[in-house]
């Protein structure tokens, strides 16, 4: 748990252990995954993928363009690192949505 709350950490200081816990929970296991624990911002697919399953479903986004817009400032956010890893990701996605209160 503490290597995702450091990672996030890296971009929000003050993140808040108990919100990266739920998204970790949330993702349960696909972290185990070194390919599903990572966003891939080069695949359209991918994308799509968090836009449906996180910020649609999970966080009740209903504006797909907003959404999208959201998962391009993270990815823009997160460019300076190879392998971005989801935890992080959708933290941040839930930050910008200003839905982290809903985690």
Do not use: Q
Request: charged letters at 35%; one cysteine or more; proline letters at 1%.
């Amino acid at each position: 748990m503490s290597e995702y709350l450091d990672d996030v950490r890296r971009y929000d200081a003050g993140a808040d252990e108990e919100k990266v816990s739920r998204i970790v929970k949330h993702l349960g296991i696909a972290l185990r995954s070194r390919d599903a624990s990572l966003v891939s911002c080069s695949d359209p697919s991918e994308l799509a993928r968090v836009r449906e399953k996180w910020c649609e479903k999970k966080l009740g986004a209903s504006n797909a363009a907003g959404a999208d817009e959201i998962i391009a400032k993270v990815c823009e956010e997160m460019s300076g690192d190879r392998n971005k890893n989801r935890v992080t990701f959708y933290y941040l996605v839930a930050k910008h949505m200003g839905k982290l209160s809903d985690l």
